[in-house]
């Protein structure tokens, strides 16, 4: 026999299997680590966005209430000034409720995938594949 053997050739199947295991096992919570952490941070802009719409919902209501009422005053006092009043606090609201809806939908556009993971789990496939490629190994041990 050669002498040039290294440690992992003396090494029995049961081992090898439970060394396999043991490693991808690992990875799979190195992973679902990652994945965390990406959505934590995805989920925090995706809550501002929401709570943006919520408050452009909020102030669109405001604005029909007042342009409600701005309408029937102004339909009903034609020419006198308090229906003119609350119709332009009924736009002001409106103007809030635009740029409110055009925030929102800015932050909720920034949401995208968890790019890390899934740049990590392709290299772990290509390592799974072939582990004994240096290309591979090199992505894997980078992390």
């Known amino acids: 026999m050669d002498s040039t053997r290294n440690a992992t050739d003396d090494r029995s199947l049961g081992e090898l299997v439970a060394s396999a295991t043991r490693d991808l096992s690992q ?7 990652l994945a965390k952490t990406e959505l934590k941070k995805e989920a925090k802009a995706a809550g ?11 102030a669109g209501v405001l ?10 005053y102004g339909i009903s006092w034609l020419g ?3 229906g003119w009043g ?18 929102g939908k800015k932050k909720i556009s920034q949401v995208g995938p968890p790019e890390k993971t899934l740049a990590t789990v392709k290299d772990d496939i290509a390592w799974a594949k072939n582990p004994t490629s240096t290309q591979a190994a090199k992505a894997s041990a980078s992390r």
């Open 48 to 58: 501002a966005g929401a709570g943006l719409f919520g408050g452009a919902g909020f």
């Open 80 to 82: 006198i000034g308090l």
């Open 27 to 33: 990875l799979v919570h190195q992973e679902v680590e």
């Open 63 to 72: 604005a029909l209430i007042f342009l409600s009422i701005a309408a029937a």
């Open 86 to 103: 609350f119709f332009i606090v009924g736009m002001l609201y409106l103007v809030v409720a635009a740029v409110l809806g055009l925030s």
